[in-house]
């Protein structure tokens, strides 16, 4: 490679290791244990592959004596290839993390199956009627929550599925656990229904919102529900009293939320720029509240926000495939990449050291960062 095609190369060609998938990558999922990242695809089948980098920046690193420059070479070797699955269904199919290394994927059956690193499919765990649209599951409380878009059903263990909630008139799809496992969250039509799953499973509130909710998430400290919108915005749900608002104005849907602890912020996409808000001021009485203004604005809309779990920093992908990480309240940001497919899916490992990364032309990525990069 000549000199001026290495100075061409961005930080995702220097640090990325990347696949094309056959269909665009719908979601993807770090395990419990950090070693292995499953991409679901909008074929039905799910994609796993290995964190362990064969080729660690560490090792591309240079320093030269003359003037002290730190430089990386590029990657010698081509990565491992994924482990592909066969089709669980006929469009994406919902992920969970499962146990240490592996994850459940529900099917288009009815079948919630345990898939292995390796990718093997295991004996069903959960059989409901119906496809299954969502499902969590927290190794905390051991028990499993989905849905086949109407029914919510919850499986404890190895034990049978029981219904929770009946809806008539409203759609499920939308499903999270409480960070202790001990309530669940669940899109309900126009609005979301929290229930305690331990015991006999109560309602504890139904909340009710002027659109869809299409993502959920909970903070760290399950004292605040945040859910990403259809249209309108963001909705925050505090479970101290139950008192929700809206950020709105939002030009797109809000696909995914995220909360930074070591920042006490909340973020979402949907904007033209990374949108934040500081929970030391909670912007449940208008979107000005607490607002941080993270990263640069611009005129390509953010599809997807993953914040740093150790540090102040936020992850984004944009619709035009530009990916950055932003420092958070400031517009200081490191470009990852400039351009590509749009950005469906981003994830960092628990540690924060891998950034995962899904796109609409099937590429599935995992961004491997040197340890000095974020002092």
């Given amino acids: ?49 290995a964190v362990a980098d064969q080729e660690p920046p560490e090792s591309r690193i240079r320093v030269s004596n003359d003037l002290g ?42 079948e919630v199956r345990h898939l292995t690193a390796g990718g093997e499919s295991m004996e069903p765990l959960v059989m409901i009627d119906g496809p299954v649209v969502a499902i969590d599951h927290s190794a905390r409380a051991d028990v499993t929550a989905v849905s086949n878009g109407h029914d919510v059903f919850l499986s404890r263990g190895q034990g049978d599925a029981v219904k929770l909630r009946h809806a008539t008139t409203s759609s499920t799809g939308t499903l999270a656990f409480s960070p202790d496992g001990r309530r669940l969250a669940c899109g309900l039509g126009e609005g979301v229904s929290i229930c305690a799953v331990e015991g006999n499973a109560a309602l504890i509130r ?68 990374i949108a ?18 993270t990263g640069r604005a611009g005129l390509v809309l953010v599809e ?11 992850a984004a992908g944009y619709a035009n495939g530009r990916i950055t990480i932003a420092q958070i309240g400031s517009p200081e940001e490191v470009l990852i990449r400039p351009l590509g497919s749009a950005v469906t899916a981003l994830a960092w490992s628990g540690d924060g050291r891998h950034l995962a990364v899904g796109a609409v032309d099937g590429t599935a990525a995992i961004v491997t960062f040197p340890a000095q990069m974020f002092k």
């Fill in 206 to 273: 139904d909340v009710g919102f002027p659109a869809r909710p299409v993502s959920i998430r909970w903070s760290g400290d399950g004292t605040w529900l945040a859910c990403g919108l259809e249209t309108g915005g963001v909705a925050l749900v505090s479970m101290a009293d139950g008192h929700s608002g809206i950020v709105a104005g939002f030009p797109s849907p809000v696909r995914t939320v995220c909360w930074s602890p070591t920042a006490n912020a909340l973020f979402a996409s949907g904007a033209f720029r």
């Fill in 276 to 293: 934040g808000w500081s929970m030391v001021a909670p912007p449940v009485d208008g979107e000005t509240s607490g607002a941080l203004k």
């Fill in 1 to 49: 490679m000549n000199q001026h095609a290495i100075q061409n190369l961005t930080l995702f060609d220097l640090l990325a290791r990347s696949w094309r998938r056959p269909s665009a990558v719908a979601d993807l999922r770090f395990s419990a244990d950090g070693s292995t990242v499953a991409f679901a695809c909008v074929d039905g089948t799910v994609a796993i592959a």
């Fill in 304 to 314: 997807a926000v993953a914040a740093h779990p150790e540090k102040k920093l936020v």
């Fill in 69 to 110: 420059q730190t430089s990386i070479r590029p990657r010698e070797r081509s990565p491992v290839p994924l482990i592909a699955t066969a089709a669980f269904g006929d469009g994406d199919v919902p992920l969970a993390a499962h146990l240490n290394s592996g994850f459940l994927v529900g099917a288009a059956s009815g």
